[in-house]
């Protein structure tokens, strides 16, 4: 061997597919349906996978056992093909090539490793390495025992190219299997969990490799039920139930950068609720963030009375969570999977929740806006906590937020009454006209509460002014007099409570009249 080939031997030979490059989609999966047939009928392994790797990209596929982790790795190698949908590798859709083409193309664009190394036993390391130019015809016969060695040498393993497979450890024979694969200069590498054999600090030395090899331009695609490792590769696709979870982190947080979601796919860990399991508590201090890939959970308050007030629900593709991370540091509700069902969700830690949302303006606006939504909910649920789930999402339907600046009269002393108010952020002043002739404050309104109930049960004018307090905005849902009756109409246990609070507030200003004016 001359020196000067081996002094370049730390790079990989006649590399084509260098960085520095623009994305360039390598793989595509669309709309993979994988059905297995079975004795007991068919059963669906894949479901509709989308999926779109770039080149030089690291991706680590992940999932529990039985997923269908295996089954898409199958799909990309070509082992096996989808029922329906297309894969698309390089410009090649692959689905379509029969087992000749399918063969040829394989032994020329991607390097395959498996978890049990399959080298044959009876070939030297050299041997085995040299193997696929020798099937596929790809280098000239004399330049293959050459390259052969500067694969080895990558894989740091040129001194046992004259062993057997049986007489190296298990580590060198998965970089054995690792130059083999790197033969015939594919531009992707597909392991199906090519570490799960090998003790972890083997493992980790085998992930360097990968590593170095993205580094030279490979693209690596990786199945590994190793979350440490996982956590070390930029792209992690979560596998659950044959549908890829980052389509529903996608769905939650659309306004996210390819690079962003591809970001916080590696930071997302997946996490598994019951049959009535709180995933998060009111009060409690807020720690993660959380996105549905399954099932549906419902959103409760705990109202003062002590009762449970329902105020939401949340489905497969949304996100909750935020409200307790973004302000106050405690959950303003408490989350729960219905007794029937499970959730799966993907949680994210509080410091990468913090670092997305100072990183993209656009999810934090999105973030922001249902926040502001999910907070009115939960106001209006603290202030009409007997309506039924139906009824309070009637309500939600008719009621208009309107909002005041601060020291804005909402409406005067007796003007004519035409709607009713809940209060959901800022404070609200109640003014009443004093035997002097002048307006004083009676008593502050916050958020949870409602008003403008008496103007509409009974008289028809207002018996108080109403005026945003003087420091921040006075947002408002506001109830025509109309959805108002029928609000009341509809739930006689609503009624009951408004009429109760109304009584409570007469007499509240029966006594600060007296008390403002001792002599009556
Ligand atoms: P994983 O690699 O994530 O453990 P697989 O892709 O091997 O999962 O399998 C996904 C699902 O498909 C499993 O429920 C498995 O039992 C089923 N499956 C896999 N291969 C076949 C097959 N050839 N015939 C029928 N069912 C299969
Ligand atoms: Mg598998």
Redesign the pocket.
Known sequence: MSRKTRSTAATIPQGNSLTGLEPRTLIELRQVLKV?E?PAGG?T?LKNVDLTVNAGEFVAVI?K???????LINMITGIDRPTLGEVIIGNVPIHTLNEDQMAAWRGRSLGVIFQFFQLLPTLTVLENVMLPMELRQTYPPHERKERALQLLEIVDLADQAHKFPAAISGGQQQRVAIARALANDPDVLVGDEPTGSLDSKTADSIFQLFETLVSQGKTVLVVTHDRELAGRIPRVVFINDGEIADQYVAEALPLMTQQELAQVSSQLEPVQYGPGEVIVRQGDPADFFYIIIRGEANVYIDHPSGKEVKVGRLETGQYFGEMGLMEGGTRTATVRVPDDGELVAMQLDREHFTNLVSNSDLTRDQLLHLMRKRAMEIQVGEALPNLRTIEFRNLLLAAKAVTFSPGEVVFRQDDPADAFYIVVQGTAEVLMHQPGGQDAEVRKLEAGEFFGEAGLMEGGTRSATIRAGGDAELVTMRLSREDFTEMISSSAMTRDQIMEMMRTRAQMQGLSKKQSNPDS
């Not at 056992?65 to 089954?71: L, Q, R, V």
């Open positions: 297995y079975t059963f392994a999932g056992s039985g997923s269908g982790k295996s089954t």
